[in-house]
């Protein structure tokens, strides 16, 4: 499951999110985000095949359109996103 707390700045989105124990993202997403990781682990996996890991205080960046990604953790993880 995904929690969201969201807040919207115009075309801004800016969200807390957790995602639970076993977490796994249903599609590839091609949103471009600044995401980084609170507490927990984030395992993030790029169609062409790269894969990365998030720990806390680690973050990423990706363009609209750019490299569609989807996400999973085994033990849950707490997020900032802005998108």
């Not at 800016?14 to 590839?28: F, I, S």
């Not at 600044?34 to 395992?43: D, F, V, Y």
């Not at 894969?51 to 359109?65: K, N, T």
Request: with cysteine; net charge negative; glycine share 8%.
């Amino acid at each position: 499951m995904a929690y969201w707390r969201t807040r919207q700045f115009g075309s801004i989105r800016v969200r807390m999110v957790e995602y639970t124990p076993g977490y796994v993202a249903d599609h590839w997403c091609v949103k471009g985000h600044i995401l980084l990781c609170i507490e927990g682990e984030l395992h993030t996996e790029l169609k062409d095949g790269r894969r990365f890991s998030l720990l806390p205080g680690m973050s990423y960046q990706v363009a609209d359109d750019a490299e569609p990604h989807r996400s999973h953790t085994e033990a849950g993880a707490r997020l900032f996103i802005v998108d």
